[in-house]
Nanobody, 118 residues
């Protein structure tokens, strides 16, 4: 099996920064896609950013220019650097990966809460 452990969430004032981390462990042969999603209270989960094994990135329009996704393949870790945070960025942030283990799996992290105060 493959597990994800997320860290880095917390409370920050508007305009501040946070860095989320998500590390995968277990029987991992390769990780294809790594991404971050978020779910605000009363809203559906939405894509924030993704990065492929080749390093190609994709961002939601709402975070472009403020958030940066990156990955460290040697550590099986994906990061989300969040700058210029806004109250509307408040949500539970989830890590998601597409991994080849004994079979191909989609794995979700437990979520980490980001709260941005105005």
């Amino acid at each position: 099996q493959v597990q994800l452990v997320e860290s880095g969430g917390g409370l920050v004032q508007a305009g501040g920064s946070l860095r989320l981390s998500c590390t995968a462990s277990g029987m991992i042969f390769s990780i294809n896609y790594m991404g971050w999603y978020r779910q605000a209270p009363g809203k559906q989960r939405e894509l924030v950013a993704t990065v492929t094994s080749g390093g190609s990135t994709n961002y939601a329009d709402s975070v472009k220019g403020r958030f940066t996704i990156s990955r460290d393949n040697a550590k099986n870790t994906v990061y989300l650097q969040m700058n210029s945070l806004k109250p509307e960025d408040t949500a539970v942030y989830y890590c998601n990966i597409d991994v080849r283990s004994m079979s191909r799996l989609e794995v979700w992290g437990q979520g980490t809460l980001v709260t941005v105060s105005s």
